[in-house]
């Protein structure tokens, strides 16, 4: 089992620099995939939420792409010169003009930003998919480790919380059982009459077998999805509808305060087991 929270990260060499990627997940009912990372990367973005979608199948899931040392090498230095020599003649003529002694240093006036720029070298960052796909594969494995631990204590909770639902369950069975077996008793023992039919029929709405088998089963069904090794968290979660659906029910017909005690543990479980699944994968 799988939880929707997580962090990985990992950084390697791609090309002449170096790449960091990280990825943090949470609970989500879809899998919603946020990637951020430089514009000259953008030929990556697809690639990379492709690969993500093969690993993760749901949950919030932002990724943070950033280059930590050039991939393409340093920054070159662009010069201007015959921009320079422009300034350089505006400034000789300007002192001329203005009858100022030359200076020694004619940079010091010019001022050397004006014709030296720092030029990033640019480059198709596809070229190297393989070497990113291997740092993006590094931190989904980190993430992996995280989810499956924090997975492992889910399911250990989930199946202590269902064993205690069964513990539950079969003692309104029994408790059915006992009264299902008095009201039969008591119309046995009741004279004929010609409302027996509806008597009757009251007992039928009181019965509760049919709930209870089918929340026996939908509890193996339960623990069989809690064994796989695969996504499970949507499967879970319409399980637990459908065992709210039928604990509802056994709570609206019994007629035992007995029994209405378990009901009232059995939602409170189901409630917890539904709070849990809602971070499962």
């Known amino acids: 089992m799988y939880s929707m929270t997580g962090y990985g ?3 390697g060499k791609v090309g002449r620099g170096r790449l960091s990627i990280e990825i943090k997940t949470v ?4 899998c919603d995939i946020s990637m951020r990372l430089p514009s000259r990367m953008g030929s990556l973005e697809i690639r990379l939420r492709d690969f993500i979608q093969t690993r993760l199948h749901r949950g919030k899931i932002d990724l943070f792409l950033k280059e930590m040392e050039p991939v393409f090498g340093g920054p070159a230095l662009e010069l201007d010169v015959d921009l320079a020599k422009k300034y ?6 300007l002192q001329k003009n203005l009858k100022i002694p030359p200076q020694s240093d004619p940079l010091t006036l010019m001022g050397v930003q004006n014709f030296v720029a720092v030029k990033e070298k640019e480059g198709d960052y596809a070229r190297f998919w393989g070497a990113v796909q291997k740092i993006a594969g590094q931190a989904l494995a980190q993430l992996d480790k995280m989810r499956l631990r924090e997975g492992a204590h889910l399911a250990a909770d989930q199946k202590k919380r269902l064993k205690s639902f069964q513990e539950h369950l079969a003692k309104i069975e029994k408790l059915s059982r006992h009264d299902s077996g008095r009201r039969r008793a008591a119309q046995v023992m009741k004279p004929s009459s010609g409302n027996g039919g509806e008597t009757n029929l009251s007992a039928d709405k009181m019965d509760v077998t049919e709930e209870v088998t089918r929340l026996k089963s939908h509890a ?3 623990v069989h999805l809690l064994q796989l090794k695969e996504s499970i968290g949507r499967r879970l979660d319409f399980l637990i509808q459908e065992m709210h659906r039928e604990i509802n029910t056994i709570g609206a017909k019994a ?3 007995a029994i209405s ?5 059995c939602k409170a479980l189901m409630e917890n087991l ?3 699944v809602q971070n499962i994968e």
């Open 27 to 30: 609970n989500h009912r879809y």
């Open 88 to 93: 350089l003649h505006a400034i000789r003529k």
């Open 255 to 257: 007629c035992n305060a």
């Open 274 to 276: 539904r709070e849990q």
């Open 261 to 265: 005690s378990h009901v009232v543990e």
């Open 220 to 222: 193996a069904q339960y």
């Open 9 to 11: 990260h990992a950084s």
